[in-house]
């Protein structure tokens, strides 16, 4: 099946586009709230974590391990973590399940380290989770504290995997990655072809006034990655740095917004008003792209286009252990996460829209019938496989510079809609 096998990108485009996290830290989700959240309640540093290092120690008896997501991620990985709970009995009893939104998962784990009683054993997130657990120094160091207890992530990683794994400073392990976008996605129906360059893309909305959206930065990750790729595609000053490097980034949003009637206040309402035909174009990400047309927002015959010269801002999930777990919670924590980066358990993720995984080796080729009728059919194989292989690939801004930059947008952006 060689149009499958191309689905992995080429990693020798891949950019590091910021400062490792050893020197300054990350950011591809609500990193802007969460981090506010944290700065305006004031971070409690020691108080509420476990400075000594524990040693994890086998279970005498099962466990209930709780998950708590902040990233959607059981939505598509459940039934890795569910073949976990049933393959070991003797570790686990039974999975219970939260979640929250992003900028409310440090709070629930700091609220549990406070009062002395931390249930969580598990913490799942996007590079906005973990940016908020660094600033509050929340979660365990899994590397190089507990290696001999992980995979040899040298082994499991490729490159462009071990660049969003670099962002976790060893509190997290990344248990699911894809370069995620920006696309621009439109019905041949209404438009013929999108635009290829962010002056056309300008362009076609002072033609085309109310007819184009992206939802906000900080609640999309489509908005997110828009934003974080365009000052590669203008030639900024330092796209790194949005508050002294994004001159020309700033000017275009504000003229952009000028043809924007309303910037919607989450993806899901952007793509439901997409496919409901109130918008002809927005930007959009390889997974949303996917499971929007297989669940019916969209229209099966969408389209979806690159830029003539494609930036994309990749992400990540992360798999985190709290400060103040048990031994014996560390323990099934790590034999988890050990399970999850198996290939035959990241091949499954293929069934739920992934093209690709946080294991190099669980190529399309492995992934169950399932998957591959998955890929086959909404997959698009006529496209992926060539724009995976397309541009420049970039990690995202680091929180600190995520919470300026959609502070700047809503400040010089969002609040000045359609003026």
């Known amino acids: 099946m060689p149009a499958l096998r191309a689905l992995r990108p080429r990693t020798r485009r891949y950019k590091v586009s910021r400062r490792g996290p050893g020197r300054g830290r990350l950011g591809l989700g609500a990193a802007a709230a969460a981090v506010l959240a944290l700065t305006a309640c004031g971070a409690p540093g020691a108080q509420n974590t476990q400075a000594e290092a524990i040693t994890p120690a086998r279970p005498s008896s099962p466990i209930t391990l709780t998950v708590l997501d902040g990233a959607g991620n059981v939505t598509v990985q459940r039934a890795i973590y569910d ?10 009893s039974s999975i219970n399940y939260q979640s929250a939104p992003a900028p409310d998962v440090a709070g629930k784990v700091r609220a549990q380290q406070i009062a002395g009683a931390v249930d969580i054993g598990v913490v799942i997130g996007g590079t906005d989770v973990l940016g908020a657990a660094q600033t509050e120094n929340l979660m365990l160091p899994l590397l190089p504290d507990h290696a001999a207890d992980l995979p040899d992530l040298a082994q499991v990683q490729d490159e462009d995997i071990a660049a969003m794994q670099e962002m976790a400073n060893g509190v997290g392990v990344v248990n699911r990655y894809g370069p995620a976008g920006p696309l621009l996605a439109h019905r041949p129906g209404q438009l013929a072809e999108a635009p290829s360059t962010p002056e056309d893309l300008l362009a076609w909305a002072r033609e085309h006034p109310g007819q184009f959206t992206y939802a906000q930065p900080p609640n999309s990750g489509p908005g997110r990655t828009l934003l974080m790729s365009l000052p590669y595609m203008l030639g900024d000053g330092n796209p790194s740095d949005p508050e002294n490097g994004w001159a020309k980034t700033w000017a275009y949003l504000q003229e952009l917004g000028r043809y924007v009637s309303s910037y919607p206040p989450s993806s899901t309402i952007m793509n439901q008003q997409f496919g ?7 930007p959009t990400i390889v997974s949303m792209d996917i499971n929007n047309r297989k669940d019916g927002t969209w229209a099966p015959d969408t389209q979806v286009s690159l830029f003539a010269d494609q930036q994309w801002v990749s992400d990540a999930h992360y798999m985190m252990v709290p400060k103040g777990v048990s031994p014996e919670t560390l323990y099934v924590a790590l034999e ?7 290939p035959e358990q990241q091949a499954m993720t293929y069934a739920t829209g992934a093209l690709t ?10 992934a169950p ?9 909404w997959g ?10 397309t541009g420049a690939f970039h990690t995202p801004l680091t929180p600190e510079n995520q919470v300026k930059a959609f502070e700047i947008w809503q400040r010089e952006v969002g609040s000045r809609v359609g003026s």
Do not use: C
Not at 336 to 342: E, F, M, P, R, S
Not at 357 to 366: D, I, S
Not at 380 to 389: M, S
């Open 83 to 92: 073949g976990f709970a049933a393959a070991h009995p003797e570790l686990v």
């Open 276 to 282: 409901s035909g109130q918008l002809q174009l927005i």
């Open 336 to 342: 988890l996460i050990k399970w999850t980066l198996q």
């Open 357 to 366: 995984t946080a294991n190099k080796e669980a190529t399309p080729e492995r």
């Open 369 to 377: 019938a399932d998957g591959r009728a998955m890929l086959q059919q």
């Open 380 to 389: 698009r194989p006529d496209f992926y496989p060539q724009a995976l292989g």
